[in-house]
């Protein structure tokens, strides 16, 4: 099959029985170590194990677990971009805009400017989108940073402002984006 970050297929091409046990691995380290940053990263990689089975419902209830009692502020963070990103896919558009609003760090405002964005386009508010495609990145003193400025021209090329008042930007196919793309 296709290879993922790091040399790994992705979780979706795996066969469900070793994604299974994966996940009860995960899940009884979730248990082992409680409240603890281990807890948090299980409860993210039993969300993506949930979004690979096409469970958005336990991926989302996973990650509001995170987002509500999580100590690591910037591990809550991406599980909140990521439930937002799972709940775009479940067309719950509403709960999705109001945790995509909420006030985040510089470093990971691109990343959810462009999941507003998203849900915005897909509600039909276009020009509400593409203000938010183009919201000013942060400078790059950060990975997270970094990787956002080199997916600037991507987001600009994706959604291209139209050059005179009267033009309309030509339309493209959009398909959700993943939501477990790294933000």
């Known amino acids: 099959g296709r290879m993922g970050r790091w040399g790994q297929r992705p979780l979706q091409s795996m066969e469900s029985g ?4 994966m996940a009860a691995t995960t899940q009884k380290l979730k248990t082992d170590y409680g409240r603890t940053q281990y807890a948090t990263l299980a409860g993210l990689l039993l969300a993506r194990l949930a979004v690979a089975r096409n469970d958005l419902d336990t991926a989302a209830t996973e990650l ?3 987002t509500q009692n999580s100590h690591d502020k910037e591990l809550a963070r991406i ?13 719950k558009y509403d709960e999705a805009l109001s945790l995509a609003d909420a006030q985040v760090p510089d470093a990971m ?7 507003r964005g998203d849900i915005l386009f897909l ?6 989108a593409r203000a938010d495609y183009h919201t000013p990145l942060p400078r790059p003193h950060t990975l997270h940073g970094l990787v956002n400025s080199l997916l600037a021209p991507h987001l ?3 959604h291209p402002l139209p050059r ?9 196919h959009f398909s959700p984006p993943s939501p477990f793309l790294p933000p």
């Open 109 to 115: 405002t691109g990343a959810f400017a462009e999941a």
């Open 18 to 21: 070793r994604r299974d046990a």
């Open 156 to 158: 600009t090329q994706a």
């Open 164 to 172: 005179h008042p009267h033009d309309t930007p030509p339309r493209t």
């Open 123 to 128: 509600r039909g508010e276009t020009d509400a």
């Open 64 to 66: 509001r677990a995170i």
């Open 79 to 91: 599980a909140q971009l990521r439930l937002v990103r799972v709940l775009t896919a479940q067309e």
